[in-house]
């Protein structure tokens, strides 16, 4: 007998997503301030951003198992406490080497979080039958965007600190309300240890190997959703000269195509299966993608108006084609996995954490060495590969 989700457990599921996105996304909007802060060029500022996957590593190896013994709840609140800390200490920071000490704490507990929230929703999937995964993924893009279109109203009256701090604090407060409301539904940590299953290198390995390449199918995936986050509004500011304020525009395109694409792949996949959006989304995004981009950078001395509009639509089908590659692949991996699902999702974020900081250090040294858009036309290829991977994602229609 399947379990029947309550509206109040699937209400404050959504809303843990939907305050991730609003709350923690708000500092993405803001990066073109924040690099100002550090006094660091386009390169560094990327090599600092991507330290986050350090923190990641250390999460990926011990939280998947620590969530299998002692629960969801435990993991998922000084997760929370933590994350809204540091970031609430971020905007401060004028020293380099401070923020990126900041930077690998946040990393770790952002992916503790990322890990418990994930086992939840699986087991939770699992059990009631229902493919929630892609909506909660909607759920989070809907909180971004929302941040985002804040983001663009007061950006020009607001400092970056008072815009950072003054969100964080209300959003915290609900954050937990909601976790308090989901505490009857929280998945309980194992008594019997005997059946603990460790996360081995072998089995890391196994996801970029053995199992049909799918942690590089992921990061090939979601690589183009990384980096947007990291240098949308730079490319829009320092490539086509937008304002602080305009450069937030496509970002605000790409997260709509996102919420758009997440909310709505349940309703496609009735139509086609997964294995057939994956490589059309993985094609007509990526190659999208690097022609708009490139457009707009060779346009831009002419015609601002017209590199604007074409990097707003460069990003958003990119975002539309990548939308719901993450939660598809998280599931995929999920239902091959014979771990539990907290350690399948520790297992595909280790496998990629390393594989996707070295990306970040390389999209850095082409951005600074050349330019932003040059960089991002590597993320780009690899959204086109993805439609190479033909054994990826079901052939058949999911009832």
């Known amino acids: 007998m399947k379990l029947i989700v309550s509206q109040r457990e699937r209400l404050n599921q959504r809303l843990m997503f939907f305050y991730f996105g609003f709350g923690l996304m708000a500092l993405g909007t803001r990066l073109p301030e924040l690099e100002k802060n550090l006094h660091v060029n386009n390169g560094t500022f990327g090599v600092l ?58 990393g770790g507990f952002w992916n503790a979080y990322n890990i418990a929230i994930h086992d939840q929703a699986l087991k939770r999937q699992l059990l009631s039958g229902e493919n ?30 008072w815009h950072i701090d003054g969100l964080l604090v209300p959003f915290f407060i ?31 390995l196994s996801m970029l190997t053995h199992d049909r390449l799918i942690g590089l199918a992921y990061v090939c995936g979601v690589m ?11 490319s829009s500011h320092q490539e086509i000269k937008a ?10 395109a790409f997260l709509s195509a996102m919420v758009v694409g997440r909310l709505g792949i349940h309703k496609v996949l009735r139509i086609k299966p997964e294995a057939f959006w994956i490589r059309l989304g993985s094609s007509v995004g990526g190659s999208s993608f690097i022609i708009f981009l490139l457009l707009a ?39 091959r996995s014979t771990f539990p699902a ?31 858009t040059y960089g991002l036309m590597i993320p780009g290829l690899m959204m086109i590969a993805l439609s190479q991977f033909k054994s990826l994602g079901s052939k058949e229609l999911r009832v």
């Open 49 to 106: 951003m991507s330290l986050g996957a350090i923190g990641g590593v250390i999460a990926f190896l011990f939280v998947g198992q620590l969530v299998h013994r002692v629960g969801v709840g435990p993991v998922i609140v000084v997760s929370i406490v933590m994350m809204y800390a540091l970031m609430a200490f971020i905007p401060h920071l004028h020293r380099p080497w401070i923020f990126g000490v900041v930077n690998i704490l946040c």
């Open 132 to 161: 929630a995964l892609p909506q909660l993924h909607g759920a989070w893009s809907t909180g971004t965007l929302l941040t985002t279109v804040l983001a663009i109203i007061i950006t020009a009256h607001t400092t970056l600190a």
């Open 174 to 204: 609900l954050t937990m309300f909601s976790l308090s409301r989901l505490r009857p539904f929280l998945i309980k940590g194992s008594i019997d240890h005997e059946d603990e299953l460790t996360v081995k290198i072998s089995d890391i």
């Open 224 to 234: 183009v959703e990384f980096s947007t986050n990291d240098w949308v509004t730079l």
């Open 243 to 252: 304002s602080t304020t305009l450069s937030i525009v496509p970002y605000l």
């Open 297 to 335: 950078k060779f346009v831009a001395p002419h015609s601002f108006g017209w590199a604007f509009g074409l990097e707003i639509a460069g990003f958003a089908i990119a975002g539309l084609g990548g939308s719901f590659m993450a939660g598809v692949i998280t599931q995929i991996a999920s239902e």
């Open 342 to 372: 907290g350690v399948v999702v520790a297992q595909l974020g280790l496998a990629i954490a390393v594989i996707t900081m070295i990306i970040k250090w390389i999209v850095s040294f082409v951005a600074q060495t050349t330019c932003i």
